[in-house]
């Protein structure tokens, strides 16, 4: 009788032990992947060629990403634009500096110096209500998609520059292909950081 009740007494502990691990991981991924990363799907063309349609992304926290700076692919939401669904796009300025865009030439200039962007799809050639040249105002980001001629990006009024507040995190690693927009196929040979 007391192998009995001692083995029912290790098999309670063992249930209670495996559904306390089973809490603790489940409450450690919500926390790190609502304080640290998330994973974000990139929506549309607008950053093609260098995401598709349907990539999946690892993105850092806003705050634990460090400075962001032009170059960077960040992942941005605000309530108004796009129906508050996050979109992804490159920091093309930072506050202070002063962007001018050549649309007849298809060049966009950051402080009097032409870009050069071997990342984009194609030169800036649509001008999208703006007036440029504007200086980006204190503790905002100006953004463009690298698809340029395919992106709602900074160069919308309704837009225009974001304020760092409305980044969600920095995108560091692309961890599934979308569908490639030529082949229909995923390139898995995309996998890894950006």
């Known amino acids: 009788m007391d192998d009995i009740m001692e083995k029912e ?5 063992s249930w209670y032990s495996w ?12 926390l790190v992947f609502t304080l640290v990363v998330r994973i974000v799907r990139v929506e549309r063309q607008s950053m093609r060629e260098t995401l598709q349609n349907g990539d999946i992304l690892l ?43 050549d649309f007849d030439a298809g060049v ?7 870009l050069e962007e071997d990342y984009i799809r194609e030169p800036t050639y649509l001008d999208e209500g703006l007036e440029f040249p504007i200086t980006v105002p204190e503790g905002c980001l100006f953004l463009l998609g690298d698809n340029r001629n395919n992106s709602m990006d900074s160069r919308y009024p309704d837009l225009g520059p974001v304020d760092v507040r ?21 390139d898995f040979g995309r996998i890894g950081g950006l």
């Open 166 to 186: 409305c980044v969600i995190g920095k995108a560091v690693v692309l961890v599934f292909p979308g569908k490639t927009a030529e082949t229909g196929k995923r």
């Open 59 to 101: 993105t850092v926290n806003r705050h634990l990403a460090g400075e962001l700076k032009a170059g960077d692919i960040v992942v941005i939401k605000k309530e108004y634009f796009e129906d508050g669904k996050p979109i992804v796009k490159r920091i093309i300025a930072t506050e202070g500096q002063t962007v001018d865009i």
């Open 108 to 114: 966009v200039y950051v402080d009097g110096q032409a």
């Open 19 to 30: 559904l306390r691990t089973l809490v603790c991981v489940v409450l450690a991924t919500v």
């Open 9 to 13: 007494s290790r098999e309670d502990q």
